[in-house]
């Protein structure tokens, strides 16, 4: 990992739901190219982590740094400038458009409104370059063959595969990966974990993940939630070796968060 400061640093975050309080002073890193993830069992807080830092949630304190430079936490339509992408747990295609069109949609800001127009037929033609760019992710992806396809007429997996090239069409610094290997069988299982050790090359990744052997195989730093609090961080093999890791699952022992 690099000797930089982190892209990502946070710093106390607190959000709390009425008396109920999601997220208690926790602090985490993001070095620029890992992979660092969110685990913990259900309800432990994780997505509000998430959300915290794309602007559906505004924290009650804690303080937040990209890039090395202190912020105020993120409003979601500033995201692209911030150079952070997110996909979501549900996959979020649009139903009404191809699959490259989706991804088209995955560009910085200052394009969508014309990408809009233009699949709605109030504007000209979208600029070859960005539909060159959509094309190119479809290919990383191995799927050149579905441009022209709806979502309902992809797969499962197919469809995952288009939201992530959605989130990568911003050349993002940062992506938040919210559970990406859900309703995924073992061969993509093995797909995305070498997709996402070739991404952090190119950027950071912050992983949200049931799957606790495919967080072990792709992860160079693990933080544990549990009932909003930071548990355990470090590697994989300290983590799970933690009593207090092993506490918070039921059994025991690591299984599924």
């Not at 602007?55 to 990209?66: A, N, R």
């Not at 490259?100 to 370059?129: C, P, T, W």
Request: hydrophobic share 40%; proline share 4%; aromatic share 6%.
């Amino acid at each position: 990992m690099s000797s930089e400061a982190p892209f990502l640093e946070i710093e106390n975050l607190t959000v709390k739901f009425g008396g109920l309080t999601a997220l208690d002073n926790v602090s985490l890193k993001v070095p620029q190219n890992s992979v660092v993830s969110l685990i913990g069992p259900n309800g432990a807080g994780k997505t509000t982590v998430f959300n915290s830092i794309s602007g559906f949630v505004q924290p009650q304190s804690g303080e937040i740094k990209i890039a090395g430079q202190k912020t105020a936490w993120p409003k979601t339509h500033k995201l692209a400038a911030l150079k952070i992408s997110r996909t979501l747990q549900g996959v979020g295609l649009f139903s009404g458009i191809t699959a490259l069109e989706n991804v088209m949609l995955g560009s910085d800001h200052k394009y969508k409104a014309g990408i809009v127009k233009d699949l709605f037929g109030l504007s000209g033609r979208i600029d070859r370059q960005l539909r060159d760019s959509a094309m190119a992710q479809l290919e990383r992806f191995g799927a050149l063959s579905l441009a022209d396809k709806f979502p309902h007429e992809l797969s499962y997996p197919d469809t995952k595969r288009i939201a992530l090239a959605r989130a990568l069409i911003s050349e993002p610094e940062l992506i938040l990966l919210d559970e990406p290997a859900a309703g995924l069988g073992q061969d993509d299982i093995d797909e995305l974990a070498e997709t996402i050790r070739q991404l952090k090359k190119s950027c950071a990744v912050l992983l949200v993940e049931h799957h606790v052997d495919f967080v072990g195989e792709v992860s160079d730093q693990v933080y544990v939630l549990d009932f909003g609090r930071i548990i355990a961080a470090g590697d994989f093999e300290s983590v799970k070796k933690s009593p207090e890791v092993l506490a918070a699952y039921l059994g025991g022992e690591v299984g599924h968060a």
